[in-house]
């Protein structure tokens, strides 16, 4: 008789045939850590291009010493001191749709990194059941009770480093993710200090204008008493009246720009087109800058801008892709198992035991040369990914450049022009007073008045290129996140 207590014999079978298995499952594990691949390292600068300084831009520097430590660009709309800009790239940078796709594509990609984990651990799955069989004749009915308990388990082993591989991908796509979002973050902060800066300006040309046709109002009526009095010929009223109406026209167009630019906004910061005319509608100067900015060095630039980082980050995805596809040139070991344990009452359960553990390698013998060439596309994949890893930081240092350059051209451009508005403007008081006094014909007066109509609207124009060159000189340089508060894992 056996006890209560004691093990059936086919739950003893079954932990034997289970120990025989130990040295099997060992040698899995030790071989799970060898990896095949090459292991991502970071391309040195020179092997980028990458410059020692920046160049020096052709006009006078007034900006700042390429060499001096580079400012902290992470806030850097707020150095334009204009509060409702600041609003504004706040709203933006909470509602704006784009910065919503780009969310919704770093949370797939996290779990697509958690997926690739999840192919490192076993596969557990549970089964119960129950079976009720039954025999009815004329006078009896007899039955019984059938239940069952199973645990299945699987596990493919990580041999040759495929699946250890594929996580440095996913853990690489997911931090390229990750830049892209700041990427478009930055972006947009941008393109509303863009859309800002130019309804300020279309606010400016439509006041210069408006201010341009009150006294081409009085040079018409001033013409039209000397016509009446019979001092000159009704030609200086005919062109009296045709310049008003061509400084009239240019209203409208204005008014288009501005209102283009208030509706790019509203749709920026998540509303509908018109949602801030209101809150646009009080004139305000154009947005001016801070005088000097430290650019820092190329490396800065590099380690800033979240596009360049990306593109790093493809680059060890795709290396660690060359790794995915060679270790499907080599044999693969599963392993599967399951118990179970069937009883006719619930109190019976666990009595009996049987299950089984397999072991199996398999290895592709012919397949047309279709392995080796996914590790031949995956090495093509990584030498793109390098191409376009040198290519966003040979146009990430171009941007900088170029940048640099148009800000010292508008701020050179900003101070002759200033100069200009001070001659055209004294230029027309002399000639509206000669012209009064009969000195001078009215061509005159029209050609100061158009002078000092150009002075103006160019210097308005100039002071904005000036924030506008300033704006993409901080986007070039990376400005808008804080580098330092992404620690991806990069793959090693």
Known sequence: MFRRNAQPRSTRSMRYAMNKRVGLLSIALLLGGCAVGPNYQAPAPNAL???????????????SAAAAPAADLSGWWRTFDDPLLTDLIARATASNLQIAESVARLAQARESLVQARGALFPTLGGSAGATRNFTRTSHVSTGNTQLSLGLDASWQVDLFGGLSRGVQAARADAAAARFDLEGVRTSVAGEVATNYVEARLAQARLEIARSTLRTQDDNLQIAGWRVQAGLVSGLDAEQARAQRAQTAATIAAIETAYLQSVNRLGVLTGQAPGALRTEMLTTQPIPHGPDRIAVGIPADTLRRRPDVRSAEQQLAAATARIGVAKAALFPALSITGNINTPAARVGALGDLLTG?????????????GRRTSQVRSARAGADLAFASYRQTVLSGLEDVENAVQSLEAAKARQAELEVALDASNNAAIYARSQYRSGLIDFLTVLQSEQALLSARDQLASAQADQALALIQLYLALGGGWQPETITPGTPS
Do not use: E
Request: charge should be neutral.
């Open 49 to 63: 291009g990458v410059p020692v300084a920046y160049a020096p831009p052709v006009t006078k520097p007034a900006v």
């Open 356 to 368: 089984n553990l397999f072991a199996g390698i398999a290895q592709t013998i012919f397949d047309a």
